[in-house]
């Protein structure tokens, strides 16, 4: 007997939870990622046919697409106190002895590690995820269900039996892994870096688009369970049974009988935890049984039966000698103490950021104090405070920087922005080199023979000036220069020449407009074709390319108003780089459907639903994933939603077949 759609829908979400949950909590691979995208894709296309089936925990919400413009405060059920702090082992006897004369009889203690991120409350219905709301003020926090139901580690229908309705809490976290991803990421398309996981994190279930949440590697570690009836007897119980249904709890979660194998495990860790895939700043202390919990109950802030024991950040003091103002590739100063040379966290320490003016000035920081450094969030040294008792008499107050040191351009800082910034882009060195490495680098022009410190080298000896001075380079005139071989140069004129060929869109990438990163320069060069009808578009035609936003239009329109670059662009064409697409990528390209915006919805047999898009853009067309006024024709195949069918009918939009479609091109 064949299954009805609703049954296929049903079998395809648990086959995708359940590998969902293999994959992301166990870090057990029992399927492909192709696969994987296969079942979703499938499960993604029953849905949208069928709209009365739907469900807000189908694992296709995990992709996100859901705009919320405004956050919903909601007041917590049960308040989510905050802990109270310890900073030694004597802190934690101190509590023990304070807890055992309320408690009679044996006491035993969970200990987890405190890791650092945003904190979260879920609500779950009858195995069902149906609200995500944040800390907050711990009375109340705002709705972030949809953007937390993106996160990969996170079961939206529990896989197995658990008590009907409960609230779990954890900590959305950012791996440090990921988090460097996302920085080179953002680094390559020229945006300033996230500065720490943790606000990058807590940051991310603000974000308005939830599709832009499920492309960050959020992971979320549940650490509390908490019920109507009382269901467990101990909370490191209600937890063991928490993660055999789904939850990500770690691992690293010690049942401890006495307060010794307490301290054992904070002396285990006050090492270890600089191997650990996460952040954390320290260690949570909880009476394990929950009548006992119940008993010690809550002071006015924090609950008496938990504590936090928080590690010591390495700490030592040195002279500050002197403060350097760096100049970043988009022009951005950052201030920098040069330090007495000192040991700190296994390294030698002669330099730590002192970040922007604000910072100084908050610190009162000077040049010849006595600075107290540690490294922020174990990693990068920073500037804590100053010993004020060792200050010079002679001490003069930091005057921040106000011309670049390198080029004298009088600094710029823009009302709300943190740093100041060097207008000079075009002839401050620094900020030239940054240009020149970016267009040379592996992603875009990919210049073998050519590295960061040959291009400042090359720059230092008046060779080159921008990256178009790169093409007019010979072998004669790289020679001379310092540990320049004739093998070495003959290396780069070739890699400069072989160069020529890379295609448009990572030439596009490669000139280094500020938010053209390499997807979106793939976008453009598809859009427009060739690098004369990419700069000829005005702000409305740049946004409707699909992802162009107005903060990348006013880019590329900024970027092609400069004189000096469209000078730079134009030599650049005389040395025959690509700025069009290749014969190959132009095959079977029209303008046909130049200027029509079509949505693809439903089933399709004579062609795929891939194939369908590739036609439009192929024909010059736009393809959008939403119906809207700018829509032109909906190409409707078997299937198509009601929904979709009915706003279309509203806004009197064509629909048209998939015969219909192809007859068109």
């Known amino acids: 007997m064949s299954k009805t759609i609703e049954q296929q829908i049903e079998d395809l979400r648990n086959v995708l939870h359940k590998h969902n949950y293999e994959y992301y909590v166990l870090d057990k691979t029992t399927i492909s990622d192709f696969e994987f995208d296969a079942l979703l894709k499938e499960l993604q296309t029953l849905e949208s046919a069928h709209p009365e089936y739907a469900d807000v925990n189908s694992p296709t919400q995990k992709v996100g697409g859901m705009v919320t413009k405004n956050f919903e405060t909601v007041v917590h059920k049960n308040r989510m106190y905050s802990l109270d702090n310890s900073y030694s082992k004597e802190d934690l006897l101190d509590w023990e002895k304070r807890i055992s004369k309320i408690i009679e009889g044996e006491i035993t203690y969970t200990c987890e590690l405190k890791y650092d991120g945003a904190s979260i409350n879920l609500t779950y219905e009858n195995g069902v995820l149906v609200k995500a709301v944040t800390r907050g003020d711990g009375v109340q926090g705002d709705d972030v269900t949809h953007?937390?139901?993106t996160i990969k580690s996170l079961p939206l229908k529990l896989q197995g039996n658990f008590v009907d309705n409960f609230e779990i809490r954890g900590e959305i976290v950012l791996p440090l892994d990921g988090f460097k991803k996302m920085n080179e990421a953002r680094e390559a398309a020229g945006e300033e870096t996230y500065k720490n996981p943790r606000n990058t994190a807590s940051g991310s279930l603000k974000l308005q688009d939830s599709a832009e949440v499920a492309k960050r590697p959020l992971d979320c570690l549940l650490y509390q369970v908490l019920t109507y009836e009382n269901e467990f007897e101990s909370h490191a119980q209600a937890l063991e049974k928490a993660r055999s249904v789904g939850f990500k709890v770690p691992d690293t979660l010690s049942v401890a009988n006495s307060i010794d194998e307490v301290l054992a495990f904070v002396n285990y860790w006050d090492k270890e935890?600089?191997?650990?895939p996460y952040e954390t700043d320290g260690i949570v202390v909880k009476v394990n049984n929950i009548r006992q919990q119940e008993e010690l109950g809550y002071t006015a802030k924090s609950p008496r039966w938990a504590i936090a024991y928080k590690f010591k950040a390495e700490q030592v003091s040195t002279r500050l000698n002197s403060i350097d103002y760096q100049v970043g590739r988009t022009g951005a100063i950052t201030p920098v103490a040069n330090l007495e040379p000192v040991q700190l966290a296994g390294t030698t320490v002669k330099r730590a950021s002192l970040h922007?003016?604000?910072?100084?000035?908050?610190h009162d920081i000077r040049v010849g104090d006595e600075v107290y450094v540690e490294k922020g969030g174990e990693i990068i040294p920073k500037i804590v405070g100053v010993d004020l008792s060792q200050r010079p008499s002679d001490s003069l107050e930091t005057i921040y920087a106000t011309h670049c040191p390198v080029c004298s351009t009088p600094l710029e800082r823009k009302e709300g922005d943190a740093k100041h910034y060097c207008p000079n882009e075009y002839g401050c060195a620094p900020q030239v080199t940054g240009k020149i490495v970016h267009f040379i680098s592996r992603k875009a022009m990919d210049i073998d023979g050519l590295g960061a410190e040959t291009v400042e080298l090359l720059c230092k000896e008046g060779l080159i000036e921008n990256y178009a001075d790169l093409y007019a380079l010979t072998v004669a005139?790289?020679?001379p220069l310092e540990r320049m071989a004739e093998k070495s140069a003959n290396n780069m004129i070739a890699g400069i020449e072989a160069s020529k060929q890379i295609p448009f869109e990572k030439v596009l990438y490669a000139l280094g407009i500020r938010y053209v990163g390499e997807t979106v320069a793939k976008k453009l060069a598809k859009a427009f074709k060739n690098i004369d009808a990419l700069f000829e578009a005005d702000l409305e035609t740049l946004i409707a390319v699909d992802e162009i936003g107005d903060r990348i239009a006013e880019s590329i329109i900024a970027f092609r108003n400069e004189p000096l670059n469209q000078v730079l662009i134009t030599r650049l064409k005389d040395y025959g780089l690509q700025f069009s697409l290749s014969e190959e990528d132009l095959q079977n390209?029209?303008?046909?459907?130049?200027?029509?915006?079509?949505?693809?919805s439903g089933v399709f047999h004579k062609v795929s639903r891939n194939e369908l898009k590739k036609l439009i853009e192929d024909n010059g067309g736009k393809v959008s994933s939403s119906i809207s006024k700018k829509t032109d024709f909906i190409v409707a195949g078997d299937n198509m939603g009601p929904a979709k069918l009915q706003k279309a009918t509203d806004l009197g939009i064509s629909i048209?077949?998939?015969?219909?479609f192809l007859g068109m091109v």
Do not use: C, H, P, Y
């Open 147 to 149: 953007n937390v139901k």
């Open 273 to 276: 935890r600089f191997n650990l």
């Open 356 to 362: 922007n003016a604000d910072q100084i000035a908050l």
């Open 477 to 479: 005139k790289v020679v």
């Open 589 to 600: 390209q029209t303008e046909t459907l130049a200027g029509k915006t079509f949505v693809v």
């Open 656 to 660: 048209i077949s998939e015969d219909d």
